[in-house]
Every structure is written in structure tokens, then in C-alpha cells.
């Protein structure tokens, strides 16, 4: 599988970068829980300030924050956004890198089927979601053995593994996109673009509290709140996403197998 490893090559540098970071972070967060929990009256003080509406959208629940499980879910939001730009830049560059640099047609000639291309390295971006939410995990389930008051590493597997499924969902969507246009000038630019703006709506919807905008929320399919009261995560939401993401992974094979070679 010569593209598959190529890719990882190619890739190796930026996933050391993000897991690296994204995983300190996470520490860095949790580290400070224990603090948090000895200023219980002080932040309730804070937030009670604060309007409904501000803390809706955010999703901050004082009985929920105070525990570890909803503190690692409010923390885990904020990198839930990296993490989504990261997996959208990941589809963006699949193909688009290969479009935008012209060398698509030389890639397509070559004796390997477009599926397979697509095929190749779909599986490379796949190992490299898992292994960057594995790291995460780890970092989460370390955090939970020092810090946790009730243990449940399966809550705790739960709400960290939720963003493998947003992160195959954004892919989908990014490799779409890389293959339906023309040329992607600015990779990191658009899936940021992108990916904040599913973020904004995701905060907009909480506040409104409308069941129908919750499908056009990604960021919402997976509520910590819900996670911790079910120990499961919502089956409608969760079919729900991995359709969505089957049918953006059948259109971009079904595009670029349409694409013509002069496009690029």
C-alpha cells in the first residue's frame, strides 16, 4: 500500500504537532481541576453573573463542571473545534493538495484506480484519528486515575472517543469539498472557516434549544450531560452521523471517479 504509507509520511510532522499539542493541553486543563474545586463558592459567584443565555451557550452547567467527567466534557468542547479542523484539513488535502499542485493527472494515470487512491488514503487519515484520540484517551484516563473522586473510565472513553466520529464526519465533508473544487488555495484557512462556523451554529442552537437545529450542529451530536446520565451515547444522533458520513465518503468516490483529469 504505497500511498497509504506516503501519506503517513507526509503527514507525520503536522500529526506529531497537533497530538503533541492537543494532548499537553488536555493535561494542562485537567491539572487544574483540583483548583477549581476548592474555588467551588468563588466560581458560582462568577457565574452566576453571567446571563442564561451565555452559559447555555457555552454549556456550562455548575453541578455538571464541578464533577470530572463534566469538566473533562466542557474542556474536551474547546479541543473538540482543533480537532475538527484538523480531521477537515486532513480530507482537504487528500485530494486538493494533489488537484491544486497539478499533479492530480499524474496520480490518476498511474496504474492504481481512482477507488483505490481514495481507498489508500482514507485508511491512512483513518489510523492517524484513531491514534490521535487514543493519545488523548490516555492522557484523560491518566487525569481521571489522580484527580477523579468516582472513577468510570467508561464515561471517560465515552466522551473522548465522541470526537473520532466528528473528526471521520469533518474528514468526509473536507475530502468532498477538495475534490468538488476547482483548486483550494488556502487549507488550513478553509477548514478553519468551516469547521467555526458548524462550531457557531452548534453554540447558536444550544441557546435556542430547537431539536431540529441540533442535526445541522455537529459539535452537539455528542452532549457530555447525556453521556454521563445514559453512560451511552444518543442512537439517533449517532446513526445519524455515521450515515451522514457514509454518504459524504459515496459522493467523493462517486466525484472523483466523474472528475475529468484536466481539471486539476
Known sequence: ????????KTEKKAFLIWAVSLTVTLLLFLFMYPSILKEKEAYEKILAVYPKEVLEAFAIELDTLLSFHGYLGYVYGYLLLALGIYSMRLGLTAIGKEISRNTSEFLFTKPVKRSRVLLEKGLAAFFLMVLLT????????????????????????LIVFSAFFLQMLFYSLGL?????????????????????????????????????????????????????????????????????????????????????????
Open 176 to 264: 468532498l469539498m477538495g475534490i468538488m473544487k476547482r483548486k483550494v488555495r488556502f487549507f488550513s484557512s478553509s477548514a478553519i472557516s468551516v469547521v467555526s462556523s458548524f462550531y457557531i451554529l452548534s453554540m447558536v442552537s444550544q441557546v435556542l434549544q430547537k431539536d431540529y437545529l441540533r442535526f445541522a450542529a455537529p459539535f452537539r451530536y455528542f452532549d457530555v450531560s447525556e453521556i454521563m446520565r445514559s453512560a451511552s451515547y444518543d442512537k439517533v444522533f449517532l446513526l445519524f452521523t455515521l450515515i451522514l458520513t457514509s454518504f459524504l465518503l459515496l459522493l467523493s468516490f462517486a466525484a472523483l471517479n466523474r472528475k475529468a483529469l484536466s481539471a486539476g
Open 1 to 8: 500500500m504505497p500511498l497509504f504509507r506516503s501519506t503517513l
Open 134 to 157: 487514543f493519545f488523548l484517551l490516555l492522557a484523560a484516563l491518566f487525569m481521571e486515575n489522580l484527580y477523579a473522586e468516582e472513577r468510570n473510565p467508561g464515561i471517560t472513553f
